[in-house]
């Protein structure tokens, strides 16, 4: 008996290894698709709705990485547009809705070119 017990343990072992290895290879094929479609499309869609949404403010500058240019839109936005009665914030709200329009009409290897890897922060 107590060669079949130690069968078994080693059977066991064995299923459990390759049952490891098996999750490991899903994890990485399910890692590396959220990545190409987390890397592309979904950050056009983002960039895209909140500048239409909320361009005025520079959020999807933030999103693409374009930290100095979202601060510029949000300054202008905020202080200037506070100075001049709201003219200069109407004006950034106007940016971001072309912008906005701009990166859903192009298509995803066009946006991803342009703006991820170009790093062309207007229009």
């Avoid at 909140?50 to 933030?62: D, Y």
């Amino acid at each position: 008996m107590s060669e079949d017990h130690k069968d078994f343990g080693e059977k066991a072992k064995e299923f459990a290894h390759e049952a490891t290895e098996g999750a490991k290879e899903t994890a990485k094929e399910f890692t590396e698709g959220v990545k190409d479609t987390l890397g592309q499309d979904n950050k056009k869609l983002l960039a895209g709705i909140l500048a239409i949404v909320l361009g005025a403010l520079g959020v999807h500058k933030f999103i693409l990485g374009y930290n100095k240019e979202g601060i510029i839109m949000l300054v202008i936005t905020i202080i200037l547009g506070a100075i001049t009665c709201g003219i200069l914030a109407s004006l950034m709200g106007i940016v971001g809705l072309i912008e906005g329009i701009i990166y859903l009409t192009k298509s995803d290897e066009e946006f991803y070119q342009t703006y991820q890897v170009g790093k062309r922060p207007w229009f």
